[in-house]
């Protein structure tokens, strides 16, 4: 299963700090890639990642490099794979994300929540 994460209509977006929550007993995050909405300038963006299955966490920092501005738009932040490991459903919740413009000031941002269903 793969969901993306989309931001829409954001200004002058320089770093995003996710927080994700799952239920580890129904799937198993695999892989977390970053969206071209940082990058989709050419810019070369700083990617960091740390997923905790065992717990249902991962936390996720991207960022743009000092000196290359922000960026403006709507696309996708963020793809996330995961793999079904039991029955049932989970919620995929953003529990905090913490976007700043460039210069450090907080872009007010919804936290989104999902439903993965298996069965």
């Known amino acids: 299963m793969t969901l993306t994460l989309q931001l ?3 200004t002058d977006l320089s770093s995003a700090p996710i927080r994700l929550k799952f239920n580890p007993a129904i799937v198993k995050l695999t892989s977390i890639q970053a969206g071209s909405l940082l ?3 050419g810019q070369k963006i700083q990617f960091s990642e740390n997923t905790a299955n065992d717990t249902g966490e991962a936390t996720v920092t991207l960022s743009r490099t000092p000196g290359s501005g922000g960026v403006s ?3 996708t932040l963020l793809t996330l794979t995961f793999q079904a490991i039991g029955r049932g459903s ?7 994300a913490a976007l700043k413009n460039m210069q450090m000031q907080p872009i007010t941002a919804g936290t989104p929540v999902t439903t993965i269903v298996v069965q």
């Not at 989970?90 to 905090?96: G, I, L, P, W």
């Open 8 to 10: 829409e209509n954001v």
């Open 39 to 41: 990058s989709g300038d």
């Open 73 to 75: 738009g709507s696309g």
């Open 90 to 96: 989970t919620a995929v919740t953003v529990t905090d």
